[in-house]
């Protein structure tokens, strides 16, 4: 059943994802299409979110509004557009070649009203596509943006499974980026094997930051990894810590191995190492 929710979040093509004010109090569900102001026109999407859960990721700025509801020549008006990204798709591919541009077009997204077409690319550096521009401009007869983007936008657009099994995190859910270090792979003791902490963009697997601060928060119980501890006239150096069980393994000279708690720990005498 709709909501009449005052915010909602809508997505399109290549899971692009904005935020809209819900200003004419429409019954609004989760997968509804609807007509949404655009920059310059009209836009449609479908409903992604709706409800409380839409404020929790609303960001700054200002937020555009649901217009309507949409109707069923909507839906066929965007049935044709997609047609008409295809055919683009290879018209424009045929123009990069032509023209001998070190690019690769990744997608084509075309607004519902037709005032914007927009060619998804990634390049290894800034290409000088003003002839293209031109060139599709005057085939289409509509304002042509040529926009580049980043390995791990063009993931997103084009969407997959990750090693979890599970649809691309950036696909399903993020609306933004954040930077991902190896020190967060570090963290959770991972072995550090790109085909393992890597996504099908060949970065560093975005859910490595998810528990990262957790991750942190408990190893701050504990010594680093070879630390020496002196406990009960033993003499040991912290290998490893189980974070799930809240025990450090501890390799004593004299008695072998050992499982110690935070508390155990703090009984002895450490030297953290450099």
């Given at each position: 059943?709709?909501?009449?929710?005052?915010?909602?979040?809508?997505?399109?093509?290549?899971?692009?994802?904005?935020?809209?004010?819900?200003?004419?109090?429409?019954?609004?569900?989760?997968?509804?299409?609807?007509?949404?102001?655009?920059?310059?026109?009209?836009?449609?999407?479908?409903?992604?979110?709706?409800?409380?859960?839409?404020?929790?990721?609303?960001?700054?700025?200002?937020?555009?509004?649901?217009?309507?509801?949409?109707?069923?020549?909507?839906?066929?008006?965007?049935?044709?557009?997609?047609?008409?990204?295809?055919?683009?798709?290879?018209?424009?591919?045929?123009?990069?070649?032509?023209?001998?541009?070190?690019?690769?077009?990744?997608?084509?997204?075309?607004q519902f009203d037709g005032s914007k077409l927009t060619f998804f690319f990634t390049a290894a550096q800034r290409v000088d596509f003003r002839e293209?521009?031109?060139?599709?401009?005057?085939?289409?007869?509509?304002?042509?943006?040529?926009?580049?983007?980043?390995?791990?936008?063009?993931?997103?657009?084009?969407?997959?499974?990750?090693?979890?099994?599970?649809?691309?995190?950036?696909?399903?859910?993020?609306?933004?980026?954040?930077?991902?270090?190896?020190?967060?792979?570090?963290?959770?003791?991972?072995?550090?094997?790109?085909?393992?902490?890597?996504?099908?963009?060949?970065?560093?697997?975005?859910?490595?930051?998810?528990?990262?601060?957790?991750?942190?928060?408990?190893?701050?119980?504990?010594?680093?990894?070879?630390?020496?501890?002196?406990?009960?006239?033993?003499?040991?150096?912290?290998?490893?810590?189980?974070?799930?069980?809240?025990?450090?393994?501890?390799?004593?000279?004299?008695?072998?191995?050992?499982?110690?708690?935070?508390?155990?720990?703090?009984?002895?005498?450490?030297?953290?190492?450099?």
């Open positions: 059943m709709g909501k009449n929710s005052k915010v909602v979040e809508v997505v399109f093509k290549g899971e692009r994802r904005a935020i809209y004010r819900n200003r004419n109090d429409l019954e609004i569900a989760e997968g509804d299409f609807v007509v949404v102001e655009a920059e310059r026109g009209q836009d449609l999407g479908k409903a992604s979110l709706v409800g409380s859960l839409v404020k929790l990721k609303r960001g700054k700025g200002e937020t555009r509004s649901i217009i309507r509801m949409a109707v069923e020549n909507d839906l066929e008006i965007h049935e044709k557009n997609k047609e008409k990204e295809r055919g683009a798709f290879q018209i424009c591919k045929e123009k990069i070649r032509h023209y001998n541009l070190d690019m690769k077009l990744v997608d084509v997204e075309l293209l521009v031109k060139e599709l401009a005057s085939i289409y007869r509509t304002r042509i943006e040529l926009r580049q983007i980043g390995v791990r936008d063009e993931a997103k657009r084009i969407s997959g499974c990750g090693i979890c099994g599970r649809k691309q995190c950036c696909s399903a859910f993020l609306n933004e980026f954040e930077q991902i270090t190896t020190q967060m792979a570090k963290n959770q003791q991972l072995a550090l094997n790109p085909s393992k902490i890597s996504g099908n963009c060949g970065r560093l697997l975005c859910c490595l930051r998810y528990e990262d601060d957790m991750y942190q928060e408990i190893f701050k119980d504990f010594p680093p990894p070879g630390s020496q501890i002196t406990l009960e006239g033993k003499t040991g150096t912290v290998n490893y810590i189980n974070i799930f069980e809240g025990k450090a393994l501890v390799y004593f000279k004299e008695t072998g191995q050992e499982w110690l708690s935070p508390e155990e720990l703090r009984k002895g005498k450490i030297e953290h190492v450099a």
